[in-house]
């Protein structure tokens, strides 16, 4: 099945840096997902993007979204310790499937 | 509030040997369901997801099914382990199409 990919595959900074990944995808979506997984859990839900949309912000979390290109980035502000996990996006086609990416290794360093 | 819980959490088994892994979600009505299987430090692949009762839907065939008795609950079951089918497996839920889906907490597999 087709699959989005993360980029970076791993990503270490400093805590208080921003930390930035990027999501590629082939086919068209109804809305793009990012989720963060800790070591050994299961993944928790962090933004969803319509498609109509361009950014979204929550908290320390910034995501775009550029549908002619096909790719959207997650944007970690000020990142802390805490945020050391798994990152993955998923896309949406609007069927009961979700496509997702490889994911993003964060760790972020004390 | 919506919860799912997914058990057990850790499961040795013997290759050959039958397989039931469960999940249930509360606070809620005719979630959409899904079985996934993530292996060491990859993505997620998608087995079986249900969008009611008595309803399932493959995306890997070999020796997995799964089933859904009641409306909350989600089995994945296998009849012979064989040593591949070793991994991380994730239950999830969403309420419709277009909603973010809600993981349990995994079951790690080993089949020795």
């Known amino acids: 099945s087709q699959q989005g990919e993360e980029d970076p595959q791993a990503l270490s900074i400093q805590e208080g840096e921003n930390a930035t990944m990027n999501c590629s995808y082939k086919?068209?979506?109804?809305?793009l997902q990012w989720y963060r997984q800790n070591s050994g859990r299961g993944l928790v839900h962090l933004i969803l993007?319509?498609?109509?949309?361009r950014e979204k912000h929550s908290g320390r979390l910034r995501v775009t979204l550029d549908t002619s290109k096909k790719s959207s980035s997650l944007l970690i502000t000020a990142s802390r310790a805490a945020d050391t996990a798994s990152y993955f996006c998923?896309?949406?086609?609007?069927?009961?499937?979700?496509?997702f990416g490889t994911g993003t290794r964060l760790k972020v360093l004390a | 509030s919506q919860t799912i819980h997914q058990w057990p959490a850790t499961l040795v088994q013997p290759v050959g040997s039958p397989l039931s892994l469960e999940c249930t979600v509360e606070?809620?009505?005719?979630?959409?369901l899904y079985w996934y299987r993530q292996a060491a430090g990859r993505g997620l692949q998608l087995l079986f997801y249900?969008?009611?009762?008595?309803?399932i839907s493959s995306e890997v065939p070999q020796n997995l099914s799964a089933s859904r008795p009641q409306d909350r609950q989600f089995i994945l079951s296998s009849k012979k382990l064989l040593l591949s089918d070793s991994g991380f497996y994730l239950c999830?839920?969403?309420?419709?199409?277009?909603?973010?889906?809600?993981f349990g907490n995994g079951t790690r597999l080993t089949v020795t």
């Open positions: 999830a839920w969403r309420q419709g199409v277009g909603s973010p889906l809600h």
């Open positions: 086919t068209s979506i109804n809305n």
């Open positions: 993007i319509r498609s109509n949309e």
């Open positions: 998923a896309t949406d086609p609007g069927t009961y499937k979700y496509i």
């Open positions: 606070g809620t009505s005719n979630p959409n």
């Open positions: 249900s969008v009611g009762i008595g309803q």
